[in-house]
């Protein structure tokens, strides 16, 4: 079953009456489970894709289809269901509050649930125990390691229970073994949960990791066939 339908999706920035496509009529069909990795170079449009996907930023043209609906023609209270609880994001900095502990810092997305969480406390407990954290509850930010916030910043996007989780370079200023702890911990949990995955990243090396390769340049896409690795 289609899980994400990308349909003829455009995004353009005008500057100066001069409009610059961004994202330019991509269309992609992700099914329920994928693990799907985007490259290209800074500029490229990855970022902005992947803004439109989550609900965060309006395309000019073109549709998300999510199990069928139009995200876009959601209205308002619909649309931030959609961002809050269907989808989890991890930014490319752990972006934690640092006046907040790890415990608090898990609870912050479930304040936005329009669904709930319930058992907010054995939720939290789970994924800290997942991403191998589960006696840094108390501790704050500046306490743990690069590698460390960015698991918790892992553990925070699966708060809510999401159904797809968008990555924007989630590995982009750790060392090469943490880089690749991140990378393994992110394919179980797209193994283990069936959760859909689509990561950006520049690192082609890291993208092999991901059961499907996708390229953007100038705000077009393209598959690269071959040398993926099945999950």
């Known amino acids: 079953m289609t899980h994400l339908e990308i349909k003829e999706l455009s995004k353009v920035y005008f500057i100066e009456d001069k409009g610059i496509k961004a994202v330019d009529r991509v269309s992609l069909r992700i099914d329920k489970g994928d693990f799907i990795s985007i490259i290209g170079h800074s500029g490229s449009g990855k970022t902005t894709l992947l803004s439109i996907i989550g609900g965060i930023l309006r395309p000019s043209s073109g549709n998300i289809l999510f199990n069928g609906d139009d995200v876009y023609r959601f209205d308002e209270n619909r649309l931030s269901e959609y961002r809050a609880d269907r989808i989890g994001y991890i930014f490319q900095f752990a972006s934690l509050l640092p ?20 058992n907010k406390e054995k939720v939290l407990d789970e994924y800290l125990g997942m991403v191998g954290l589960g006696d840094k509850k108390n501790a704050y930010p500046s306490q743990l390691s690069g590698g460390q916030q960015r698991r918790v910043a892992i553990a925070r996007a699966l708060m809510n229970d999401p159904e797809i989780i968008l990555g924007d370079e989630p590995t982009g200023d750790l060392d090469e073994e943490t880089e690749q702890d991140i990378m393994d911990l992110l394919k179980k949990i797209n193994l283990e949960r069936n959760i859909t995955l689509i990561l950006v990243t520049h690192d082609t090396g890291l993208a ?3 059961a499907r390769r996708l390229r953007m340049d100038h705000g ?7 040398n993926g690795r099945n999950k």
């Open 208 to 210: 092999k990791d991901a």
């Open 99 to 118: 006046v907040l502990t790890v415990r608090e810092n898990l609870l912050l997305p479930t304040i936005f649930s329009t669904n709930g969480v319930h």
């Open 220 to 226: 077009k896409m393209e598959e690269i066939r071959g």
